[in-house]
T-cell receptor, first 110, second 110 residues
Framework: EAGVAQSPRYKIIEKRQSVAFWCNPI?????LYWYQQILGQGPKLLIQ????????DSQLPKDRFSAERLKGVDSTLKIQPAKLEDSAVYLC????????FGPGTRLTVL | AQRVTQPEKLLSVFKGAPVELKCNYS??????LFWYVQYSRQRLQLLLR??SRESIKGFTADLNKGETSFHLKKPFAQEEDSAMYYC????????????FGQGTTLQVKP
Protein backbone atom coordinates (compact mmCIF):
# COMPACT_ATOMS: atom_id res chain seq x y z
CA GLU A 1 0.00 0.00 0.00
CA ALA A 2 1.14 3.58 -0.55
CA GLY A 3 2.59 5.25 2.50
CA VAL A 4 2.03 8.66 4.01
CA ALA A 5 3.10 11.37 1.57
CA GLN A 6 4.46 14.77 2.53
CA SER A 7 5.61 17.80 0.58
CA PRO A 8 7.82 19.65 0.28
CA ARG A 9 10.69 17.55 1.60
CA TYR A 10 12.85 20.59 2.34
CA LYS A 11 12.11 24.25 2.85
CA ILE A 12 14.35 27.19 3.70
CA ILE A 13 12.77 30.49 4.66
CA GLU A 14 13.69 33.65 6.51
CA LYS A 15 12.22 34.49 9.89
CA ARG A 16 8.85 36.24 9.79
CA GLN A 17 7.97 34.55 6.49
CA SER A 18 5.13 32.06 6.22
CA VAL A 19 5.30 28.41 5.15
CA ALA A 20 2.87 25.57 4.55
CA PHE A 21 3.30 21.82 4.61
CA TRP A 22 1.05 19.23 3.04
CA CYS A 23 0.26 15.67 4.08
CA ASN A 24 -1.66 12.91 2.33
CA PRO A 25 -2.39 10.03 4.74
CA ILE A 26 -2.79 6.36 3.94
CA UNK A 27 -6.18 5.75 2.36
CA UNK A 28 -8.82 4.91 4.94
CA UNK A 29 -6.87 6.18 7.94
CA UNK A 30 -9.21 8.38 9.94
CA UNK A 31 -6.61 9.65 12.40
CA LEU A 32 -3.89 12.07 11.32
CA TYR A 33 -1.08 13.54 13.40
CA TRP A 34 1.45 16.34 12.95
CA TYR A 35 4.64 16.04 14.99
CA GLN A 36 7.53 18.49 15.33
CA GLN A 37 11.00 17.00 15.72
CA ILE A 38 13.72 19.43 16.74
CA LEU A 39 17.30 18.28 16.16
CA GLY A 40 18.45 15.95 18.94
CA GLN A 41 14.94 15.39 20.30
CA GLY A 42 12.15 12.91 19.77
CA PRO A 43 9.01 13.87 17.85
CA LYS A 44 6.47 15.97 19.75
CA LEU A 45 2.79 16.02 18.85
CA LEU A 46 1.49 19.34 17.57
CA ILE A 47 -2.04 18.38 16.55
CA GLN A 48 -4.19 15.28 16.09
CA UNK A 49 -7.23 14.99 13.82
CA UNK A 50 -9.96 12.37 13.85
CA UNK A 51 -11.52 12.67 10.39
CA UNK A 52 -11.73 16.47 10.02
CA UNK A 53 -12.16 17.23 13.72
CA UNK A 54 -9.36 18.22 16.11
CA UNK A 55 -8.77 15.75 18.94
CA UNK A 56 -5.69 17.30 20.56
CA ASP A 57 -3.97 20.61 19.80
CA SER A 58 -2.75 21.34 23.30
CA GLN A 59 0.89 21.74 22.21
CA LEU A 60 0.23 23.72 19.03
CA PRO A 61 1.50 27.33 19.28
CA LYS A 62 -1.76 28.76 18.08
CA ASP A 63 -0.49 32.31 17.73
CA ARG A 64 1.58 31.24 14.74
CA PHE A 65 0.69 27.65 13.82
CA SER A 66 -2.53 26.50 12.21
CA ALA A 67 -3.65 23.23 10.67
CA GLU A 68 -6.65 21.98 8.84
CA ARG A 69 -7.93 18.72 7.43
CA LEU A 70 -10.64 19.51 4.97
CA LYS A 71 -12.86 16.60 3.96
CA GLY A 72 -11.06 14.37 6.45
CA VAL A 73 -8.29 13.35 4.06
CA ASP A 74 -5.34 15.64 3.23
CA SER A 75 -4.02 18.07 5.79
CA THR A 76 -1.99 21.26 5.75
CA LEU A 77 0.10 22.75 8.53
CA LYS A 78 0.96 26.44 8.33
CA ILE A 79 3.40 28.64 10.22
CA GLN A 80 2.93 32.40 10.05
CA PRO A 81 5.21 34.13 10.91
CA ALA A 82 8.08 31.70 11.33
CA LYS A 83 10.69 32.05 14.07
CA LEU A 84 14.22 30.69 14.23
CA GLU A 85 13.15 28.11 16.81
CA ASP A 86 10.68 26.60 14.33
CA SER A 87 13.59 24.98 12.48
CA ALA A 88 12.77 21.28 12.72
CA VAL A 89 11.48 18.27 10.84
CA TYR A 90 7.70 18.20 10.61
CA LEU A 91 6.33 14.68 10.52
CA CYS A 92 2.88 13.61 9.47
CA UNK A 93 1.50 10.26 10.57
CA UNK A 94 -1.78 8.45 10.07
CA UNK A 95 -3.32 5.44 11.74
CA UNK A 96 -6.09 2.97 12.15
CA UNK A 97 -4.28 1.43 15.14
CA UNK A 98 -0.56 1.56 14.33
CA UNK A 99 0.88 4.96 13.36
CA UNK A 100 2.63 5.14 9.99
CA PHE A 101 4.93 8.08 9.41
CA GLY A 102 5.69 10.13 6.34
CA PRO A 103 9.22 11.11 5.30
CA GLY A 104 8.96 14.51 6.95
CA THR A 105 9.58 18.09 5.84
CA ARG A 106 12.84 19.62 7.00
CA LEU A 107 12.31 23.32 7.69
CA THR A 108 15.21 25.72 8.13
CA VAL A 109 14.41 29.22 9.32
CA LEU A 110 17.24 31.74 8.76
CA ALA B 1 3.27 13.93 33.92
CA GLN B 2 3.74 11.46 31.10
CA ARG B 3 7.36 11.20 30.08
CA VAL B 4 9.76 8.85 28.34
CA THR B 5 13.48 8.95 29.13
CA GLN B 6 16.26 7.41 27.09
CA PRO B 7 19.42 8.12 29.07
CA GLU B 8 21.93 7.31 26.32
CA LYS B 9 22.29 9.53 23.25
CA LEU B 10 24.78 7.15 21.67
CA LEU B 11 25.50 3.48 22.16
CA SER B 12 28.45 2.03 20.29
CA VAL B 13 29.12 -1.73 20.22
CA PHE B 14 31.02 -4.20 18.10
CA LYS B 15 29.30 -6.65 15.79
CA GLY B 16 28.25 -9.76 17.70
CA ALA B 17 28.12 -8.01 21.07
CA PRO B 18 24.90 -7.82 23.11
CA VAL B 19 22.87 -4.64 22.94
CA GLU B 20 20.59 -3.03 25.51
CA LEU B 21 18.92 0.29 24.78
CA LYS B 22 17.43 1.75 27.93
CA CYS B 23 13.99 3.30 28.25
CA ASN B 24 12.21 4.50 31.39
CA TYR B 25 8.77 5.99 31.51
CA SER B 26 6.47 7.96 33.76
CA UNK B 27 2.75 7.31 33.37
CA UNK B 28 -0.23 7.11 35.69
CA UNK B 29 -2.18 4.16 34.38
CA UNK B 30 -1.58 1.11 32.22
CA UNK B 31 0.92 2.18 29.57
CA UNK B 32 1.32 1.00 26.02
CA LEU B 33 4.99 1.06 25.11
CA PHE B 34 6.62 0.92 21.69
CA TRP B 35 10.03 0.97 20.09
CA TYR B 36 10.39 2.85 16.80
CA VAL B 37 13.46 2.76 14.56
CA GLN B 38 14.75 5.13 11.90
CA TYR B 39 17.42 3.78 9.57
CA SER B 40 19.55 6.22 7.60
CA ARG B 41 17.49 8.07 4.98
CA GLN B 42 14.34 6.13 5.84
CA ARG B 43 11.19 7.10 7.64
CA LEU B 44 10.34 6.35 11.23
CA GLN B 45 8.82 2.89 11.56
CA LEU B 46 7.47 0.66 14.29
CA LEU B 47 9.91 -1.98 15.52
CA LEU B 48 7.88 -3.64 18.25
CA ARG B 49 5.19 -3.08 20.86
CA UNK B 50 4.98 -4.53 24.34
CA UNK B 51 1.47 -5.90 23.89
CA SER B 52 2.44 -8.34 21.17
CA ARG B 53 5.47 -9.67 23.10
CA GLU B 54 7.12 -10.45 19.80
CA SER B 55 10.71 -10.58 18.61
CA ILE B 56 11.47 -8.48 15.54
CA LYS B 57 14.86 -8.69 13.81
CA GLY B 58 16.13 -10.42 16.94
CA PHE B 59 15.09 -7.57 19.24
CA THR B 60 12.92 -8.05 22.31
CA ALA B 61 11.64 -5.70 24.97
CA ASP B 62 9.96 -6.53 28.25
CA LEU B 63 7.74 -4.14 30.13
CA ASN B 64 8.80 -3.93 33.79
CA LYS B 65 6.08 -2.03 35.61
CA GLY B 66 7.94 -2.16 38.91
CA GLU B 67 10.95 -0.38 37.46
CA THR B 68 8.86 1.53 34.88
CA SER B 69 11.22 0.37 32.18
CA PHE B 70 10.96 -1.00 28.66
CA HIS B 71 14.53 -1.74 27.63
CA LEU B 72 15.27 -3.02 24.11
CA LYS B 73 17.63 -5.97 23.87
CA LYS B 74 19.39 -8.03 21.24
CA PRO B 75 21.88 -10.78 22.07
CA PHE B 76 24.12 -10.34 19.02
CA ALA B 77 24.26 -6.97 17.25
CA GLN B 78 24.57 -6.77 13.46
CA GLU B 79 25.94 -3.87 11.44
CA GLU B 80 22.52 -3.38 9.82
CA ASP B 81 21.10 -2.62 13.28
CA SER B 82 22.85 0.75 13.20
CA ALA B 83 20.06 3.31 13.40
CA MET B 84 18.25 5.77 15.66
CA TYR B 85 15.92 4.10 18.15
CA TYR B 86 13.03 5.83 19.89
CA CYS B 87 11.03 4.53 22.81
CA UNK B 88 7.44 5.79 22.86
CA UNK B 89 4.42 5.68 25.13
CA UNK B 90 0.85 5.83 23.84
CA UNK B 91 -1.35 7.94 26.03
CA UNK B 92 -4.76 6.34 25.54
CA UNK B 93 -6.58 4.05 23.16
CA UNK B 94 -5.62 2.83 19.73
CA UNK B 95 -5.46 6.36 18.30
CA UNK B 96 -3.80 8.10 21.22
CA UNK B 97 -0.81 10.32 20.62
CA UNK B 98 2.69 8.98 21.03
CA UNK B 99 5.07 10.50 23.56
CA PHE B 100 8.64 9.89 22.43
CA GLY B 101 11.94 9.74 24.23
CA GLN B 102 14.90 11.68 22.89
CA GLY B 103 16.25 8.70 21.00
CA THR B 104 19.43 6.64 21.13
CA THR B 105 21.78 6.26 18.19
CA LEU B 106 23.02 2.69 17.96
CA GLN B 107 26.32 2.30 16.16
CA VAL B 108 27.45 -1.24 15.44
CA LYS B 109 31.10 -1.40 14.45
CA PRO B 110 32.53 -4.20 12.29
Amino acid sequence: EAGVAQSPRYKIIEKRQSVAFWCNPISGHATLYWYQQILGQGPKLLIQFQNNGVVDDSQLPKDRFSAERLKGVDSTLKIQPAKLEDSAVYLCASSLTEQFFGPGTRLTVL
Amino acid sequence: AQRVTQPEKLLSVFKGAPVELKCNYSYSGSPELFWYVQYSRQRLQLLLRHISRESIKGFTADLNKGETSFHLKKPFAQEEDSAMYYCALRSSGNTGKLIFGQGTTLQVKP
